[in-house]
């Protein structure tokens, strides 16, 4: 299974700008981070944060997930993912790394590693590398992030986390739900 990983902010309450200027409110939000089967287009696992959670702390449990179900052959990520501990995990677990990393990244590196092999090959030439290793596949991500907030909004409406956690999970049944639906062969076709 290669996975396209993500995240996006969604909105704790759908109070207005002016209520929370007026009223000095914190809006807050939770992060709520996806991961795409390239495949099937579908999401097959999310992971719900607060707003202070880096998306790089996410990716090792994200991918524990998914792969007590089925084997991962690659990730795909953005600059977010990038540090020496994703990389290492992933290695470790023999999945390819497809994440960009800085521009500033260093070629030295103290053993031949996952990332000095990325950071080389991104170096030399990012757009062969973009490529080579299906980079522009991180679109699934992006489009389900969009139909997922179309569809149920950029909010959620609970007010304590677990039940916010149960809210977003729902919704990404719905979500895939409809997807199932949109690529099922129509009733003309049978």
């Given at each position: 299974m290669t996975l396209a990983v993500?995240?996006?902010?969604?909105?704790?309450?759908?109070?207005?700008?002016?209520?929370?200027q007026r009223w000095r409110m914190r809006r807050g939000f939770l992060k709520i981070h996806i991961v795409?089967?390239?495949?099937?287009k579908q999401i097959v696992t999310i992971e719900i944060t607060d707003d202070r959670t880096g998306n790089g702390k996410v990716l090792k449990p994200l991918v524990e997930q998914i792969e007590e179900q089925c084997r991962v052959v690659k990730v795909i990520a953005d600059g977010a993912?990038?540090?020496?501990?994703?990389?290492?995990?992933?290695?470790?677990?023999?999945?390819e790394p497809v994440i960009r990393v800085r521009n500033n990244s260093s070629r030295r590196a103290r053993s031949f590693s996952a990332?000095?092999?990325?950071?080389m090959e991104q170096l030399r030439d990012r757009d062969r590398w973009k490529r080579w290793a299906h980079y522009s596949?991180?679109?699934?991500?992006?489009t389900a992030l969009s139909v997922f907030e179309q569809l149920f909004g950029e909010h959620v409406i609970a007010k304590r986390f677990s039940i916010?956690?149960?809210?977003?999970?729902?919704?990404?049944?719905?979500y895939n739900l409809f997807m199932r639906l949109s690529h099922a062969p129509s009733a003309s076709c049978i």
């Open positions: 993500d995240a996006s902010g969604i909105k704790v309450a759908n109070r207005g700008e002016w209520m929370r795409v089967d390239v495949e099937m993912y990038d540090s020496s501990s994703n990389f290492s995990f992933l290695e470790e677990w023999e999945i990332k000095k092999r990325v950071v596949f991180r679109w699934m991500t992006k916010m956690a149960r809210e977003l999970l729902l919704k990404v049944f719905f």
